[in-house]
């Protein structure tokens, strides 16, 4: 899987693939698959569907995919950025029980085959709102600034967003449906992207972003992508 683009601070990435399957997992971002050739299947809890050349996955379902004997583009957005609200309004992706398939509304981002991210943030920009409580966009803008220079808990988030630790966890849960320990996760590994995209080893990425080993991080990455992250940002 070679990554085409990548922007942490506008939420997305962009991977393309050929013949590969991957094991059962789940993640916080958005994962929009468009097949350029040939067709894939996605499993859930519901089933397998296959034959498919568009699908979009919403944050946090269980599914496994197999792309064999044809090559798909990946987008993974973040949910909470402009791009992802985008998505997440009109695709209606607020429950995690079902995947949308075969989408015409996808073909206009993909006129040629590869997503067109031009095309896909100019329909963003048209203005998603937010209904997320401004106490916790606060809690995430702090897990933002300081998720990689040092250990976060929910202890010390709950006195920026002004919330009970446990109140904290069960709103953040509630309005993102990923823990506040998922979602530090998560920032870790796309921190851990760029910076095997700018050339570091496998094990400079994880200890840079405050995994305790390598073994750690790919304990992570596998299950939130269901693939080891050597076969994802080396190849």
């Given at each position: 899987?070679?990554?085409?683009?990548?922007?942490?601070?506008?939420?997305?990435?962009?991977?393309?693939?050929?013949?590969?399957?991957?094991?059962?997992?789940?993640?916080?971002?958005?994962?929009?698959?468009?097949?350029?050739?040939?067709?894939?299947?996605?499993?859930?809890?519901?089933?397998?569907?296959?034959?498919?050349?568009?699908?979009?996955?919403?944050?946090?379902?269980?599914?496994?995919?197999?792309?064999v004997n044809a090559t798909c583009q990946l987008l993974f957005l973040d949910p909470l950025s402009d791009i992802g609200r985008y998505f997440m309004q009109q695709f209606q992706l607020t429950s995690p029980a079902h995947i949308s398939m075969n989408l015409p509304e996808l073909e206009p981002f993909h006129p040629t085959g590869a997503t067109d991210l031009a095309q896909v943030l100019e329909n963003a920009a048209t203005g998603a709102t937010t209904g997320i409580d401004s106490r916790i966009l606060q809690c995430v803008d702090t897990i933002n600034a300081f998720f990689a220079d040092q250990k976060l808990s929910v202890a010390q988030l709950s006195g920026s967003s002004f919330l009970s630790a446990g109140r904290l966890s069960h709103l953040f849960k509630a309005q993102l449906g990923i823990s506040v320990h998922q979602y530090i996760l998560w920032k870790k590994i796309s921190l851990?992207?760029?910076?095997?995209?700018?050339?570091?080893?496998?094990?400079?990425?994880?200890?840079?972003?405050?995994?305790?080993?390598?073994?750690?991080?790919?304990?992570?990455?596998?299950?939130?992508f269901g693939l080891k992250p050597f076969f994802v940002l080396k190849s």
């Open positions: 899987m070679s990554i085409a683009l990548l922007n942490i601070e506008k939420g997305y990435a962009t991977f393309s693939r050929s013949n590969y399957t991957t094991r059962k997992h789940a993640h916080y971002a958005i994962e929009i698959v468009y097949c350029t050739e040939g067709d894939f299947t996605i499993t859930t809890s519901e089933g397998s569907y296959p034959h498919l050349k568009n699908v979009i996955i919403p944050p946090n379902l269980q599914h496994s995919f197999s792309c851990a992207v760029l910076k095997a995209e700018q050339g570091y080893s496998l094990t400079e990425c994880a200890h840079h972003v405050g995994f305790t080993d390598s073994s750690h991080f790919n304990k992570v990455f596998y299950r939130m």
